[in-house]
């Protein structure tokens, strides 16, 4: 049995070496993919539990990619948690709980974004998977700043404005005009949490372009250096 187990260990450890030297280019191509399906699930109004599938997939690639082995399961294991019991919820009818852990479930996504950063601003050198962490970590605090904000909306309806119904793809759609300081102003904020959660998104969006800009023109400075 035991050389069994050490056959399939054997076997997998190539899969695994060259996932973790790319996990997060692949962390990002779910978000564009999730960012992509939305807005056509949307289209079609399937709404529901395939757009949050799609959240869950990008929420576990987010999780993968964690250094610390006990830090990853812990996160896996509250993601599966969490996901189990918004279904739970929503099967007795209890939306109010059911928008709760779908909180709860946004705030692991944010987490997740964190140690995307920290891998980010980490670097020695300029490599492509630093690259793609810290995008990967501009997309995932839109992703999951939007969720949060459909989050409030079901908690307390009418706090957003909006030209017809405040949807998941509005929701989205919102957090990344926000985090990029577009604003339109076709949707606005009408409580003060919802005009906070604002402030700190748009706030660490430009703190995050101008922080990164920066920390990469000086790693590239100095290979430039050491190359000379």
């Known amino acids: 049995m035991s050389e069994v187990v050490h056959y399939e260990t054997a076997h997998f ?6 996932y973790l030297s790319r996990r997060y280019a692949t962390l990002f191509y779910v978000l564009l993919l999730t960012l992509v399906a939305v807005p056509i699930l949307t289209a079609f109004e399937l709404t529901g539990a395939l757009i949050e599938l799609l959240l869950a997939a990008s929420l576990v690639a987010a999780v993968m990619p964690v250094s610390a082995a006990i830090s990853r399961r812990v996160l896996l294991s509250l993601t599966g948690l969490l996901w189990v019991a918004r279904f739970v919820f929503e099967w007795f009818d209890h939306p109010a709980l059911s928008a709760v852990s779908l909180g709860l479930w946004t705030i692991m996504g944010l987490v997740a974004a964190g140690y995307a950063l920290r891998f980010a601003f980490r670097a020695t050198d300029i490599d492509s998977e630093h690259l793609y962490a810290s995008l990967s970590a501009y997309l995932l605090a839109g992703i999951f700043f939007g969720s949060f904000y459909w989050v409030l909306e079901q908690i307390v309806p ?21 985090l990029a300081t577009l604003g339109y102003g076709d949707i606005v904020p009408r409580t003060d949490i919802a005009r906070g959660l604002a402030i700190v998104e748009g706030v660490g969006g430009q703190l995050f372009l ?12 100095r290979s430039r250096t050491i190359e000379s």
């Open 158 to 178: 009418g706090t957003f404005q909006i030209t017809g119904a405040f949807t998941r793809m509005s929701a989205i759609y919102f957090s990344f005009v926000t």
């Open 13 to 18: 450890r190539p899969l695994r070496r060259i």
């Open 210 to 221: 101008a922080v990164l800009v920066a920390r990469l023109v000086s790693l590239y400075g």
